[in-house]
């Protein structure tokens, strides 16, 4: 079964990103994608939700 993990970035950065995809990719997870929220006023992202999907076993 497939699993998935939405982790939210509040200060999208090059670094931010960078740790939060190693940090995760490590403990097994898959990048899936990485998804930007805009501000208005702004071209630079307001937060970013990085995903990632793990195979695992269902139980029972």
Do not use: C
Request: aromatic share 10%; glycine share 4%; charged share 30%.
């Amino acid at each position: 079964m497939i699993h998935y993990k939405v982790v939210e970035v509040s200060t999208v950065t090059e670094e931010r990103l960078e740790e939060a995809i190693n940090e995760w990719t490590s403990q097994g997870w898959m990048l899936d994608g990485i998804h930007f929220a805009m501000r208005d006023s702004s071209k630079r992202p307001a937060m970013a939700f990085v995903l990632f999907t793990r195979e695992e076993e269902e139980n029972g």
